[in-house]
């Protein structure tokens, strides 16, 4: 089976840009999440969505955007870029919502020059 | 908002050794969750623990939920090179179903040979 799938892997942009980021989750997962990591403040949540919906949002300003299309998989949105949006970005599914493991892709690593 | 306290912050120990990592939390942990992360990949999901009292083992690793759920331990027995790596606990916030998980800073594990 295969794992969640983040593309692309590597990333660069300069500030002002913006991004999108892609999550394919496990076959059969329909609750994704976001989340960012960065030496500072860690692994932080971004969102989560469960068919279609956002259910759950982070601490974070609305130029973060994602949606989940009807076969699961999920786009992050990142507008107007700054630097301290270079972080690895995370994505993870689970079958289902509620207290139960989630999965993780290899994440994006996003570089704002 | 709910905190997790993970000590030590980084760990080096000789092949062989046993160790434990622990993780604190300020409040009730609904459900707790171990990861393990190589650098600047994704994360591997260990275990899961929801009841107080729970423990459970995979391989040479244990991990123990205390029963007031406020800790939870890491124990590796006669750890290996393979072991390395930086170790995680995430919790989810409620017992509901709209989940954002809270991760502690990590632990750094190095194991020399």
């Known amino acids: 089976k295969a794992g969640v799938t983040q593309t692309p892997r590597y990333l660069i942009k300069t500030r002002g840009q913006q991004v999108t980021l892609s999550c394919s989750p496990i076959?059969?997962?329909?609750?994704v999440s976001w989340y960012q990591q960065t030496p500072g403040q860690g692994l932080q949540f971004l969102f989560e969505?469960?068919?279609?919906?956002?259910?759950n949002k982070g601490n974070f300003p609305g130029r973060f955007s994602g949606r989940q299309f009807s076969n699961s998989r999920s786009e992050m949105n990142v507008s107007t870029l700054e630097l301290g949006d270079s972080a690895l970005y995370l994505c993870?599914?689970?079958?289902?919502?509620?207290?139960?493991?989630?999965?993780f892709g290899d994440g994006t690593r996003l570089s704002i020059l | 908002s709910q905190e997790l306290e993970q000590s030590p912050q980084s760990l080096i120990v000789q092949e062989g050794k046993n160790l434990t990592i622990n993780c604190t939390s300020s409040?009730?942990?609904?459900?707790l969750y171990w990861y393990k992360q190589k650098y600047g990949e994704g994360l591997i999901f260990l275990m899961m623990?929801?009841?107080?009292?729970e423990e459970k083992s995979h391989e040479k690793i244990t991990a123990k939920l205390d029963e007031k759920k406020q800790q939870s331990s890491l124990h590796i027995t006669a750890s290996q090179p393979s072991h390395a790596g930086i170790y995680l606990c995430?919790?989810?916030?409620?017992?509901?179903?709209?989940?954002?998980?809270?991760f502690g800073s990590g632990t750094q594990l190095t194991v020399l040979p």
């Open positions: 076959s059969g997962h329909r609750s």
């Open positions: 995430g919790a989810d916030k409620s017992s509901g179903s709209a989940r954002q998980l809270t």
């Open positions: 623990l929801q009841k107080g009292g």
């Open positions: 993870a599914s689970s079958l289902t919502v509620g207290n139960q493991p989630q999965h």
């Open positions: 409040k009730t942990l609904y459900g």
């Open positions: 969505y469960f068919s279609e919906t956002q259910r």
